[in-house]
C-alpha cells in the first residue's frame, strides 16, 4: 500500500475532523516534488476535488469548502493532512488521497468514511 488514509468518523455538524495521508514508503525527494490532492465520492455522485497542494505548497479548494477546510503537507513526515472544520451534512463521503509525482504516474489512498449527522 502506497497511500494511507485515516482520520475518517462520525462528527455532528459543526464539528471537525483532521484527515491524514501517509506515504511512508515513498523516497522523500519523490514525495518532496509531489502534487496532492483530497477528493471525495458520496454515495451515487461521481468523485470530485476537494483540495490540493502543490510541491511548492500552493494550495486550492473547491468553493464549497473554501474558509472551512485546509489542505497542508509535512514532507518530513511524508504525509498529506485536510483539515475540516465547521461540518455539514453534505460533507459526508468517502474520502480519498491523490498524489501525482514528477513522472507522471499517480497513485490513490483507500479512502476513509466521513459522516456528518444533522
Known amino acids: 500500500v502506497q497511500l494511507q488514509a485515516s482520520g475518517g468518523g462520525l462528527v455532528q455538524a459543526g464539528g471537525s475532523l483532521r484527515l491524514s495521508c501517509k506515504a511512508p514508503r515513498f523516497i522523500l525527494s519523490v514525495f518532496n516534488e509531489a502534487d496532492m490532492a483530497w477528493y471525495r465520492q458520496a454515495p451515487g455522485q461521481q468523485r470530485e476535488l476537494v483540495a490540493s497542494i502543490t510541491s511548492e505548497s500552493s494550495t486550492n479548494y473547491a468553493d464549497f469548502v473554501k474558509g472551512r477546510f485546509t489542505i497542508s503537507r509535512d514532507n518530513g513526515r511524508r504525509t498529506l493532512y485536510l483539515q475540516m472544520n465547521s461540518l455539514k451534512p453534505e460533507d459526508t463521503a468517502d474520502y480519498y488521497c491523490?498524489?501525482?509525482?514528477?513522472?507522471?504516474?499517480?497513485?490513490w489512498g483507500q479512502g476513509t468514511l466521513v459522516t456528518v449527522s444533522s
Open positions: 491523490y498524489v501525482l509525482i514528477s513522472t507522471g504516474r499517480s497513485y
